[in-house]
């Protein structure tokens, strides 16, 4: 059996938009695409062809693997997470045992990681090493460029 996703249902919801999109509007352009091509003649030696099969090829294998992570999502409704440990969901605040520098991570599914504003894959370092942890625990994490200490300074749920 394969493997639970979790997301939260607005990751969810995205997703589904993004397979929409693909299938109703990306497919129709790709198939376009590649009958322009087509009618330029032969095929054997028509770039502009094959690169519209591998664009149309792309596009069918994303729409592939989101159907594929869709039917695999593990809704997760943070609204109603609550504890003193982190889990999926969760916004844990760190104090950077190197640094002094305070940092914030927000722990979500992979399809919805964005780095820029402190949304964490739950499959990252940092949240392997967070998951679990209570507030006053203190985490070390592996990371390419050496070693991290964090201290949990606060959880927060639903935010």
């Known amino acids: 059996m394969k493997e639970k996703i979790p997301i939260t249902k607005q990751g969810f919801e995205k997703l589904q938009e993004v397979l929409k999109h693909l299938k109703t509007v990306e497919r129709k352009k ?61 916004k844990v605040f760190l104090e950077d045992l190197d640094t002094s520098d305070e940092l914030t991570y927000t722990i979500l599914g992979e399809d919805e990681t964005d780095v820029s504003n402190n949304r964490i894959s739950i499959k990252s370092p940092i949240a392997r090493a967070l998951i679990g942890k209570s507030v006053d625990d203190e985490v070390a994490v592996a990371v390419p460029s050496g070693k991290r200490r964090f201290l949990i300074l606060d959880i927060k749920f639903g935010e």
Not at 56 to 70: G, N, P, V, W, Y
Not at 74 to 87: A, F, K, N, Q, T
């Open 30 to 90: 790709a198939s376009e695409l590649v009958g322009e091509a087509a009618s330029h003649g032969d095929l054997t030696e028509n770039a502009e062809y094959d690169a519209a099969k591998e664009h149309q090829a792309r596009i069918e294998h994303r729409i592939i693997s989101l159907e594929d992570r869709l039917a695999r999502a593990e809704v997760i409704d943070v609204s109603s997470l609550s504890g003193d440990r982190v889990v999926f969901g969760a």
